[in-house]
């Protein structure tokens, strides 16, 4: 359920309206599909129900209600889990390491530790590919896991670019 | 001492006022591949070339089986290199004028082996390597791949106990570099032969044992999984 861990990252910054939320989220992923309204209470409602965000404060202005949303400390541990975990490496929603990724910067975390944990799990599912292509000489076969490799390489690439990244930044904020 | 069979220790080395190694240290076990990555620039090639002998570090030591290479005299250090090591280098580094098989004898005759045995012992190597065609060929009339192997089988005639590849296949489609890799490390697996390769290609560095990352001139601490 990463778009609620995401929804939880912005919530650590403080209490938020589900408008922000939408809005930050938008923000921090400009590449992504912007959120829908209903996706966003979708998600506040269940993530309420589990514990994990409480109605801080209910108002009402001119316009219609205003629910403000705040982290408990379950909702706490179940970010920082989601953070340090790295992901298997696929299949699974493209869009999962970038925003794991984006949200450790946000919270100042140290993502480049997280990259390096991603990297070798990436890694070692490409070692067992890499050793099945090396056994098998058919071809339909090594087509299919080719598929896999090179999409695991993509990743690979993007996760080596990220950490460069995240080392350059922290150069010039030292 | 140590009991790895090739070792650097906090080796520091600069080219100008470039820092390229800044106190590196990796140690590789004997029969290990241990793939060495890390972003352009970082140090990876200068780490290989001092671990190969033939870069000589500012500060810190290379060991091999339990030497300090430096300690050794020349002569001696020349002999390792062209007995016990294996170097393959991106571009293959072929003599132009010789053919395969001719540049596969080379560091046979340079040690002065008898012509013939020479010539056989080549032309065996190609042969394991998939390169018997163009053992009449000049480096020129060569496609990558073939010009690779030949790099490889040139590597291994002497039958090192290390072989240092840099970027390997760096030059070849995915499907030639991985048989040409599968040549290298199969053979090197077979004979027991350690290698250290340097490569930016994910796919070299899963067919590895190990991985090692450079950055900056330092290895980075491998990560602890949780």
């Known amino acids: 359920m990463s778009i609620g861990h995401v929804l939880l990252g912005v919530l650590a910054a403080g209490p938020a309206h589900g408008y922000d939320l939408k809005r930050e989220h938008d923000s921090r992923f400009p590449s992504a599909k912007p959120l829908a309204y209903g996706q966003v209470y979708s998600t506040l409602s269940r993530l309420e129900r589990d514990g994990l965000v409480e109605v801080a404060e209910t108002s009402q202005d001119a316009g219609p209600e205003r629910t403000t949303f705040a982290l408990t400390s379950a909702g706490e541990t179940s970010l920082a889990a989601w953070l340090d975990e790295p992901e298997p490496a696929g299949p699974y929603a493209a869009d999962d390491l970038v925003r794991k990724t984006v949200t450790s910067l946000h919270l100042g975390a140290d993502a480049g530790d997280f990259l390096r ?20 000489a058919d071809t339909d076969e090594q087509i299919a896991v080719d598929h896999t490799i090179s999409h695991l390489d993509a990743d690979l690439r993007w996760l080596d670019t990220a950490a460069a990244r995240v080392a350059a930044r922290g150069k010039v904020l030292s | 001492m140590s009991a790895a069979i090739v070792e650097a ?25 241990v793939a060495v990555t890390g972003p352009s620039g970082s140090g990876k090639s200068t780490l290989l070339l001092c671990m190969a002998g033939v870069l000589r570090p500012e500060a810190g030591e290379i060991w091999y089986d339990g030497r300090k290479f430096h ?41 002065k082996h008898d012509r013939g045995a020479a010539n056989t012992l080549a032309h065996g190597w190609l042969e394991r390597l998939g390169a018997l065609g163009v053992a009449d060929a000049l480096p020129g009339e060569m496609s990558g791949g073939e010009a690779q192997r030949v790099a490889i089988a040139r590597a291994l005639v002497t039958g090192p106990r290390v072989i240092f590849a840099d970027e390997p296949t760096g030059a070849l489609d995915t499907v030639s570099g991985e048989r040409v890799l599968g ?9 027991g032969a350690t290698v250290v390769l340097v490569t930016h290609d994910n796919r070299v560095a899963a067919s590895a044992d190990r991985e090692v990352v450079i950055r900056d001139g330092a290895v980075e601490p491998a990560p602890v999984p949780r």
């Open chain 2, 71 to 111: 300690d050794l005299s020349e002569g001696d250090r020349t002999r390792l290199r062209r007995r016990e090591f294996g170097l393959v280098l991106q571009f293959g580094q072929l003599v132009p004028e010789l053919t395969g098989a001719q540049n596969v004898a080379l560091p046979l005759l340079l040690e």
């Open chain 1, 117 to 136: 944990r991603q990297r070798a799990v990436h890694l070692a599912r490409m070692r067992e590919l890499v050793a099945l292509q090396g056994k098998t």
């Open chain 2, 9 to 33: 220790q906090a080796v520091r080395k600069a080219f100008g006022r470039t820092e390229a190694l800044r106190g590196t240290s990796l140690a590789v076990d004997e029969g290990e591949v």
């Open chain 2, 183 to 191: 040549a290298l490390l199969s053979t090197a697996r077979a004979t």
